[in-house]
């Protein structure tokens, strides 16, 4: 009776071409990893901007309203600066700026980075928070632009090699 099986010959050979193939993976697979890598932090780089537009989108539609008489601009641009103001709790008057509740609102570029605080009526200043995450994210623009009752928000940020610019038309509603 013959017994069937592999030659010594035949083994060292599946394990020589074996080695040749996990080498091949091993210097491929910190190629892909770094790839891998990459896409996310560009996937993220996208999601953080379009979280910044979002909460930006969301203060110009409320800028503005009041549900009363309130007197003056709902809206302030400037150089790397948006104000606004809305009557958040509906009391019919926007809360002044040194009011706990203080109804105004500021977004600003600063170091790189977009910064906002509540009761501010000018750019400048300190107590500002920051709403990018430096560690990841710089911020290399921040523009607002007013057309009629349309206001324009450009948002461009760079993460490692990735750079990503999102802008914004919205209505201002209260306007």
Known sequence: MKMAGFSLLEMLIAMA?????MISAGR?????????????QRVQL???????????????????????ECSGNGIKISSNCLLVRWDENSNGK???????ESDYYGYRLRQNQLEMQRGVDACNGNGWE????????TV????????????????????????????SWIEGENL
Not at 17 to 21: D, E, G, R
Not at 130 to 137: E, H, K, N, Q
């Open 46 to 68: 996208r999601q953080e901007l379009m979280q910044m537009i979002s909460t930006l989108e969301k203060a110009v539609r409320r800028a503005g309203y009041c549900n009363g």
């Open 17 to 21: 071409i074996s080695a040749v193939m």
């Open 140 to 167: 290399e623009t921040f523009s607002v632009a007013q057309e009629g009752r349309l206001i324009k928000v450009l948002l461009q940020g760079r993460a490692g090699p990735w750079l990503e610019t999102r802008e």
């Open 130 to 137: 920051r709403i990018s995450d430096p560690a990841f994210l």
């Open 94 to 100: 926007w809360e002044a700026i040194n009011h706990s």
């Open 28 to 40: 491929f697979l910190p190629l892909l990893l770094g790839e891998n890598l990459k896409l996310q």
